[in-house]
């Protein structure tokens, strides 16, 4: 996350300095290296050089597919399209820690990645004969400073968010606070500067359009819910309802399989009625599930909680996707590198924020409630994370108010030029 946060400012420059081919076999081929590093790690600083580089391939790779995507296909076909995007995005992290599993018990750590050379290989060879250049080289000047405030500013602020949970004393620790401080000092830096430059590197007038606004505020509050809870329900169904590992991955597959399924549905959907009718009734669905996370007990059948992250996952399906596309509808062709690496980049920044700040009120909520217990047992501990699960919960029931409330001021998008 924090290589690929770093990267996203840069894809919207590089994406205009290489052709479609360029841009893609370069990255696989960098992926490509990156998994063979890591394949043949002898220690762990190779193997977390081989991760870093695999990032530095795919984490640019994501925004150059969607500026293709959007290129390709018009602004009635595009949520089809993003449908289909979405599964690989959604199926793969929901049946990856499965099939991980298998591979390791079967063939050990290092298949993980060389299984993935025949397919890296393959995408490269398909490329070459197959595809074709869509984007446009126009490649604009690239400012170093605004490079190394982006780079400084993505990667303090998801640094800092990230240590909040393991590091004394929370948000008041100094290491935390300094670097949180310092990441966001860097990035208002950036965005002035990029006012000021006569080609920014992050062109963030896509804010001046509505829709791309709204859509992206809402994509980020959905981003911080979900991330937030693919950590704290795990806590939560491991601790007072002292479930395995095993079970709770059962608990959750479902729902994630689900949503991967039926992300290209949403996406014909979305095609045919717009945004509303599917953002509007997603919040409110996902209102409701965060609700009940927020009341939930230990006591509740466990289909009850499988059935919950089914409909929190369906919510997601119904959100993510269409206010996306719905924001990058409303951009004209220009500003489509620069929409789209803010997408991507807005995704490990929320995620780190809404990790942390779960985490952080979970755990003060914990702390209250055990407040004045010396010796707390072990029903008492479970009591008070119960409670202290509940603070975050309610806390995401209002980000999700917020969100539904800009949902209702969303419009059908059309590019500038076709309006």
Same mark, same amino acid.
């Given at each position: &996350? ?13 994406? @205009?300095?290489?052709?479609?081919? @360029?841009?893609?076999?370069?990255? &696989? ?49 595009? /949520? $089809? ?8 995005? &959604? ?45 446009? !080289?126009?490649?604009? $000047? ?26 004394? /004393? ?37 804010? $001046? ?46 729902? *994630? ?7 290209? !549905? ?43 992250? =089914?409909?929190?996952? =369906?919510?997601?399906?119904?959100? &993510? ?19 789209? *690496? ?26 209250? *409630? ?8 072990? *029903? @008492? !501990? ?38």
């Amino acid at each position: &996350m924090l290589v690929m946060g770093m990267l996203m400012p840069l894809s919207a420059s590089l994406v @205009q300095w290489f052709s479609t081919r @360029q841009m893609f076999i370069g990255l &696989m081929s960098i992926f490509l290296v990156g998994t063979l590093i890591a394949g043949f790690a002898v220690n762990f600083p190779m193997l977390l050089a081989g991760r870093m580089i695999q990032t530095a391939g795919t984490g640019l790779l994501i925004p150059t597919i969607m500026t293709t995507m959007l290129l390709l296909f018009e602004p009635h076909e595009r /949520g $089809k399209a993003m449908g289909n995007f979405g599964l690989v995005m &959604m199926f793969a992290p929901a049946t990856g820690p499965t099939l991980s599993g298998i591979i390791v018990d079967l063939l050990g750590w290092r298949w993980l990645f060389f299984i993935v050379v025949p397919f890296a290989i393959g995408s490269i060879l398909l490329a070459l004969r197959y595809l074709e250049n869509v984007t446009e !080289v126009t490649r604009p $000047k690239i400012d170093v400073l605004s490079g190394l405030l982006s780079s400084l500013g993505v990667a303090s602020v998801i640094y800092g968010f990230s240590s909040v949970g393991t590091s004394a /004393g929370g948000f008041t620790n100094p290491v935390v606070l300094l670097t949180i401080i310092l990441g966001t000092a860097a990035l208002i830096l950036f965005g002035l500067r990029q006012q000021k430059l006569a080609e920014p590197m992050l062109d963030l007038a896509v804010f $001046k359009y509505a829709n791309y606004s709204r859509g992206m505020f809402i994509f980020v509050v959905v981003v911080i819910a979900m991330f937030a809870s693919n950590i704290v329900m795990p806590i939560y169904l491991q601790g007072p309802m002292a479930f395995s590992a095993k079970i709770v991955g059962m608990i959750l597959l479902p729902g *994630a399989l689900l949503n991967g399924f039926l992300s290209p !549905v949403m996406g014909r959907i979305f095609d045919k009625i717009g945004p509303r009718k599917m953002i509007i009734p997603g919040m409110i669905m996902l209102m409701l599930v965060m609700l009940f996370y927020s009341v939930m007990h230990p006591g509740i059948s466990v289909i009850i909680f499988i059935i919950a992250h =089914i409909l929190l996952m =369906i919510s997601i399906s119904m959100i &993510m996707m269409p206010s996306n596309t719905n924001a990058l509808n409303e951009l004209p062709k220009r500003l489509y590198p620069h929409g789209t *690496a803010i997408s991507n980049m807005m995704q490990p920044l929320a995620g780190a924020m809404g990790v942390s700040l779960f985490i952080t009120i979970m755990t003060n909520g914990q702390q209250q *409630a055990l407040d004045g217990t010396l010796r707390p047992s072990a *029903a @008492q !501990v479970n009591e008070a994370l119960t409670a202290g699960v509940h603070h975050a919960y309610w806390f995401a029931t209002v980000l999700i108010i917020a969100g539904l409330v800009m949902s209702l001021f969303i419009t059908r998008s059309l590019p500038p030029e076709e309006k």
